[in-house]
């Protein structure tokens, strides 16, 4: 029998379901009394090692270091470290702080569970912990420069013939991923195959890290790339390629990092852990605040943080897609968030279509027991409690499934029927 996560996300007892323009006004909620003030609530530790790779992704966490939300809550010690790339911050985080690693990061969130599981950590299992979604949307893909005449969008299929007679003279035809099996990969993936391209067959889908990108494409080593900004407005303004879609297109308001920590960090010290997730969820209201993305900008781009330019960063984050094909979006709702729309929850059901789209791309087993899983490493019970402590209950949602997802190829998610979405084919037949 197929152990798949079925079970009904029942609501939190006596809680409406909240309506959209409730949401948006906690955005804007005054959230200052949100000091911590009791003995119990006084963390174990004052400090915490937390990496980051420097995409727009992570910049919550910069924000609650730069703008004193960690020292509010009695961890004015925490260290917030950038990393060149994925494979290196999972190293770190297998290390831990104690052996010259971190304590958490800014993740890719399926990584927490391919850490969980040791299917990236050489065999060794990492007990990890999801205790926030950074962000929502913000990833995106870009093509080179030879494709421009293309305008290529949502529609992939005119690069098939393309891409058949580059293989049949013997080209290697690389499109480039921050990490496997992860967002990025998968919705690569999912654009390729919706116009009739077989990322297995017909590509060589490759990782890069997100820093190496533009380069790469100057180099003329790949063809497209999908990753989080600023790398697609740099490479736009060196004129190297343009952006096909923003990966909000692919599925509105699509999850994204993680504040993932080292379970026996958070096993170790709770109330320490508690304070650290309350300093970046008022951080995330920070960043989503209109009045504060110039100083934002600042911050970030210092060489410390993410070291871009603020015109480089700044227009996707306030919502300006240029594509550098002519076409422009002003005002996109498809534009990273940080806490608008339940960016911030750790929806349970966002877990198990990772681990079921895993299962689709053959890297699980079918009959892989979900929910063992998702109940040992989303701690949204923690989300959950940081929320209280900073006066935001009523960003609480009534259920730990966001329900029914949509995507741009037709195809749906219903967490109460996973198999469905499974079984869907993974490759569109395009004649």
């Known amino acids: 029998m197929v152990k798949l996560y079925r079970r009904k996300f029942i609501a939190s007892a006596g809680a409406a379901v909240l309506a959209h323009s409730l949401i948006n006004r906690v955005a804007t909620a005054n959230f200052s ?8 609530d006084t963390p174990e530790v004052t400090t915490a090692t937390l990496g980051f790779v420097a995409v727009s992704s992570c ?9 004193g939300f960690f020292t509010k809550y009695g961890m004015p010690d925490v260290k917030v470290v950038k990393q060149p790339s994925w494979a290196i911050l999972r190293d770190k985080l297998m290390l831990g702080a104690a052996d010259e690693g971190v304590d958490g990061a800014h993740l890719l969130f399926p990584m927490a569970y391919l850490m969980a599981t ?36 949502l529609d992939s299929s005119p690069l098939k013939s393309i891409f058949a007679q580059k293989t049949q003279a013997g080209e ?32 060589s889908v490759i990782v890069v890290p997100p820093p190496q990108m533009v380069a790469s494409m100057r180099s003329g080593s790949m ?28 599925w509105n308001n699509h999850p994204e990092k993680a504040l993932a920590v080292r379970a026996a960090w958070v096993d170790k010290y709770p109330q320490a852990a508690k304070m650290l997730l309350a300093a970046v969820l008022e951080a995330q209201i920070w960043c989503d605040q209109p009045e504060n993305k110039q100083e934002l900008l600042q911050i970030v781009s210092q060489r410390q943080w993410m070291g871009v330019k603020s015109d480089v960063i700044g ?11 002519g076409r422009v979006v002003e005002n996109s709702p498809h534009a990273i968030k940080y806490w608008r729309d339940q960016a911030s929850y750790p929806f349970k059901s966002h877990d198990l279509w990772f681990l079921i ?19 040992a490493v989303n701690r949204e019970d923690l989300w959950r409690d940081a929320a209280k402590l900073i006066g935001q209950e009523a960003a609480i949602p009534a259920s730990t499934s966001r329900g029914v997802e949509k995507f741009f190829n037709g195809l749906e998610f219903d967490p109460e029927n996973p198999l469905a979405y499974l079984h869907t084919p993974k490759i569109k037949i395009v004649t």
């Open 357 to 375: 789209e895993d299962m689709r791309w053959g890297n699980r087993s079918p009959d892989f027991a979900t929910k063992p899983l998702i109940d």
């Open 172 to 203: 290697t035809v690389r499109c480039a991923v921050p990490y496997r099996r992860v967002t990025g990969d998968f919705f690569m993936r999912w654009w390729l195959a919706n116009g009739g391209i077989d990322p297995d067959r017909d590509t």
């Open 118 to 153: 040791g299917e990236i950590c050489y065999g060794r299992k990492v007990p990890m912990y999801i205790l926030a979604r950074l962000n929502v949307n913000g990833q995106g893909i870009s093509v080179a420069n030879s494709y421009q005449d293309l305008k290529l969008g």
């Open 315 to 325: 227009d996707r984050l306030l919502g300006k897609f240029d594509y550098g094909n």
């Open 59 to 67: 910049i919550p966490l910069i924000i609650a270091k730069a703008k």
């Open 223 to 250: 063809e497209a790339f999908c990753v989080v900004d600023p790398w697609h407005q740099r490479l736009i303004k060196q004129k190297l390629g343009y952006s096909t879609v923003t990966t909000g297109e692919l």
């Open 33 to 40: 009394q949100g000091v911590y003030a009791t003995y119990s």
